[in-house]
């Protein structure tokens, strides 16, 4: 009889699971015929939420190779991190508007100024997440557990705030018009107005006839994500700096004992962190065309959300896990409801957490005992 | 030595205060601190007779009097004038700092000499002190035209849900990060069943009781999948529990459930083969508005008792309901601490394993905390939708979760004295100092330092445009955060009771046993 009921388990919870989606899903916008009607009347819309969700997913999946590069050494959620992607979406726009690239017609200048905004925002926001490290994290490294993490909590309320100020300061961030709320700031389509300057069209499929819109903002987005994951991964693997930091995370007093600098990895982490989330701000800045001081908030759990998920500490899996949550943003966005991506960017976390805590690519470790 | 220098840090803050706000506030700051620097003292002394110890805290009581004074002096002749405002010399000015002076001296004093009591009286006469205090303050406050007691009342509202939050953090040891989403089960349970937005009108007595209830059982039901996580992972999941809860409610505003069989399967398999639907689609809610989305949910109905019906320009009767749900609250919060239940969530947090192996069940006990504390965020909800009469879900979203985590940590995690003071602090700093602290600020700016920058234009609406205390709200609980974490992880008030009963010398904070454990498995 139990082995009866045992067989039969598990095809009817699956049925009764469906006919829940069914039942209540509608209620967050998860209604499955109308979503495949729509898919079915217009096809080349799906493949156009594909390219928007790797775009997208290309810069979660930046910042959230900084949450895994962490956690994998010092077992820390840095709260901070989404917060250091924000400053360095404002460096970026400051940068710009110091340099003059902002106001600027000139294809090479604006081509200039960009890179000079790169450079300036992977630097600050390198900077700032090491300093972070050093004031928050470093005196806690032997405290109990949860104390790092409620500190790094603080810090991204601190981080937060100073987004906050400096978005207010029309010296340093010039106001094109507002996007959406009264704090949020325009970050001008500068890669756009390039290419028309060029007398090229911005949208690369124009000439396809297929209806589609793959830009050379997506184009620059996807390039330079896999360039900088491909350098992150070499790094890691070949130099010996990298070698260091995969010691310390496999067993921070062995690596100690064999003449590693531990606080010069757990710093030299943070500084790569912090520089690939600022490079992921200006990306950010020039894909979404828009600077919020809350946008860390949001890009962080997306990002985190995205590290669990590929199995956090993994590099492959961070990538992996961004693209992802990328495409289940889009597709939320393009057909549920954008107000609901949120409940459901947060319900794959929880249920990655529930069903599978070592992620897609995570090694299925035992109970820590 | 260290009474003076104690008695001086309660001298400066009570000055300091007086600067935010003139007039009588001299009189209620030194009525405050003089308590609080009595029950600071008296706790280090040494028992002996009262009027001993009441000449041994003569110095510390004289010097935070003559503090006081100097600062109000200072505030009233220098500073009032700096900011625009005239200095006062006549009938609230003289008395308020006679007051105030008697005050801080006397209270201490007399708080102090607690001490030479025996140990039962001597917290019975700290508690009648205390009570006298709190039930006298709405009074004075009406008398002294201050109108502090409505900011008051958001403190204490924190304070019910610090209290809730530390049977989870304190006791239990599991870090919640989306715990105002059971606030806003609760507030909202208040508002769907006592306003026109269902039109049901339902009694506020037996809604705060529906409201705890029903978060108590979301937090079963959020708490039931989850608690078998570790530390960290618990952590983000209650996190992402709480930012969806707001976004439920934000989007609830247009509900539609088709029943599928009927109107989906059934239909699309008959098509399929060509036929006609013959079955009528079954519309179980149509287009129902539940929550109202951002317009909030107002008016809420209002509790009355015996007939008296508690209206919102009339802080008082409110102070002193929270004051008796407070109170419920600590007593039912004491007794669950003692008893079997509480010593088990002790026993988690020192070490799970080896409380299991003592027989106790570890997902259970955690369920239990987490339904408790959900259950008294469901009273601080149903209060607040009462008080305030009108909820939104951009009230409940994360920084509220961290406002409340920033009450317990401050006050000191796992004592309930420590969370009360937190609470006090911190909300009464939020909206209460901080504003006064703008409109001084301003007037700062526009009298004295504006007109001394007046050479240079662009410093100047630098300068104006960030002289906001409010716009550093997330940096000052930010700061709480990090900053306790790194110099007094056990918060200001650390729980006396904790240390003597686990005989530790260090103050446990959340879970030792948890870094050491990851330590013995690297080692």
């Known amino acids: ?369 | 030595m260290r009474h003076i220098r104690t008695g001086v840090l309660f001298g400066v803050i009570a000055g300091l205060l007086t600067f935010l706000f003139s007039g009588w506030s001299v009189a209620v700051m030194g009525l405050f601190a003089g308590v609080g620097l009595g029950l600071a003292l008296e706790s280090r002394l040494d028992r002996g007779s009262p009027s001993n110890l009441a000449k041994q805290v003569l110095p510390a009581a004289l010097t935070a009097g003559a503090i006081l004074l100097v600062l109000s002096l200072f505030q009233n002749f220098v500073v009032q004038p700096a900011i625009g405002k005239p200095s006062s010399y006549g009938n609230v000015f003289v008395p308020a700092n006679i007051i105030g002076v008697i005050a801080i001296i006397a209270l201490t004093m007399i708080t102090a000499s607690f001490r030479g009591l025996e140990e039962k009286w001597e917290k019975r006469a700290k508690m009648i002190l205390l009570a006298v205090v709190a039930i006298a303050f709405p009074f004075i406050d009406t008398f002294t035209g201050l109108r502090w007691t409505s900011n008051v009342i958001f403190a204490l509202i924190f304070v019910i849900l610090g209290l809730g939050l530390n049977i989870v953090v304190g006791y239990a040891g599991l870090l919640d990060l989306g715990y105002a989403a059971f606030f806003a089960i609760g507030a909202y349970t208040t508002g769907i069943l006592s306003s026109p937005q269902h039109n049901i009108y339902m009694n506020f007595w037996l809604v705060i009781w529906i409201a705890a209830g029903m978060a108590a059982i979301w937090g079963l039901m959020l708490g039931a999948p989850t608690l078998p996580l570790r530390g960290d992972y618990l952590a983000i999941v209650t996190l992402g529990f709480g930012e969806i809860i707001p976004v439920l409610f934000r989007n609830l505003i247009d509900v539609t459930i088709n029943e599928p069989l009927t109107c989906w399967i059934i239909p699309g398999i008959q098509k399929m083969f060509g036929a006609t639907s013959t079955v009528a689609c079954i519309n179980l809610v149509n287009h129902m508005d539940i929550t109202a989305g951002e317009r909030g949910i107002n008016p809420i109905g209002r509790p009355s008792f015996f007939g008296y019906e508690f209206q919102s320009n009339n802080p008082t009767p409110w102070y002193f309901l929270i004051m008796a749900i407070i109170l419920l609250s600590v007593f039912i919060i004491q007794r669950l601490h003692k008893s079997r239940m509480g010593r088990a969530w002790m026993a988690i947090r020192e070490d799970e394993l080896a409380a299991a192996q003592m027989g106790i069940d570890p997902i259970r006990t955690k369920l239990a905390a987490f339904a408790m504390g959900a259950a008294f965020s469901g009273f601080a909800g149903a209060f607040y939708a009462a008080y305030i009469r009108g909820i939104f879900p951009s009230v409940f979203d994360f920084s509220a979760s961290i406002i409340i985590l920033c009450v317990v940590i401050l006050g000191g995690i796992g004592n309930i004295n420590g969370v009360i003071v937190g609470g006090l602090v911190i909300m009464t700093a939020d909206r209460l100092f901080l504003p006064a602290l703008k409109d001084f600020l301003k007037g700062l700016m526009d009298f004295t330092v504006l007109p001394s920058l007046a050479s240079n234009p662009t410093l100047q609406s630098i300068v104006a445009q960030n002289a906001n205390p409010i716009l550093y709200r997330f940096l000052l609980f930010g700061l709480t955060l990090v900053i306790m974490m790194a110099v007094r992880p056990e918060g200001l008030i650390p729980s006396a009771q904790m240390r003597a009963e686990l005989h530790k010398d260090e103050e446990v904070v959340i879970d030792v046993e948890d870094n050491q454990k990851s330590k013995a498995k690297k080692g």
């Open chain 1, 1 to 369: 009889m139990k082995s009866t009921l045992q067989k039969f388990a598990r095809p009817v919870i699956a049925i009764i699971t469906i006919y829940l989606v069914l039942l209540l899903g509608p209620i967050a916008a998860l209604d499955i015929p109308i979503i495949a009607a729509s898919i079915a009347k217009n096809p080349s819309q799906l493949l156009q939420f594909l390219i928007i969700g790797l775009a997208n997913g290309a810069i979660i999946a930046i910042i959230a190779l900084g949450y895994t590069m962490v956690y994998g050494i010092i077992e820390l959620i840095n709260f901070a991190h989404g917060d250091v992607y924000m400053i360095g979406v404002f460096t970026a726009l400051t940068t710009l508007s110091l340099t003059g690239t902002l106001t600027s017609q000139d294809p090479a200048r604006i081509g200039l100024g960009i890179f000079i905004a790169l450079i300036v925002s992977i630097a600050v926001s390198a900077t700032l997440n090491a300093t972070i490290e050093r004031l928050a994290y470093k005196r806690l490294r032997n405290a109990p557990r949860l104390a790092p993490l409620i500190s790094a909590i603080g810090m991204s309320f601190i981080v937060e705030n100073i987004g906050l100020i400096w978005a207010g300061q029309s010296w340093l961030v010039p106001s094109f018009g507002t996007t959406g709320g009264g704090s949020q700031k325009e970050f001008p389509d500068l890669l756009s107005r390039m290419f028309v300057n060029m007398n090229m069209d911005p949208n690369l499929l124009a000439n396809t006839g297929w209806g589609l819109r793959f830009t050379i903002k997506d184009l620059l987005v996807i390039v330079l994500a896999g360039v900088l994951m491909i350098g992150l991964r070499l790094f890691v693997q070949r130099t010996k700096l990298g070698k260091a930091m995969r010691a310390t995370a496999q067993n921070r007093d062995a690596a100690k004992m064999l003449g590693i600098d531990i606080d010069w990895v757990i710093t030299a982490t943070f500084l790569i962190g912090g520089g690939l989330a600022g490079a992921a701000g200006l990306m950010a800045g020039l894909y979404n065309n828009t600077a919020w001081w809350f946008m860390g908030f949001r890009a962080g759990l997306q990002s985190f959300t995205a590290a669990v998920l590929g199995g956090i500490g993994n590099i492959t899996g961070a990538m992996l896990g961004g693209f992802l949550i990328g495409l289940l943003a889009a597709f939320s966005d393009g057909y549920l409801n954008a107000r609901w991506t949120n409940a459901w960017v947060f319900a794959t976390l929880v249920l990655i957490l529930l069903f599978r805590p070592t992620g897609l690519l995570g090694e299925q470790t035992g109970q820590k005992v």
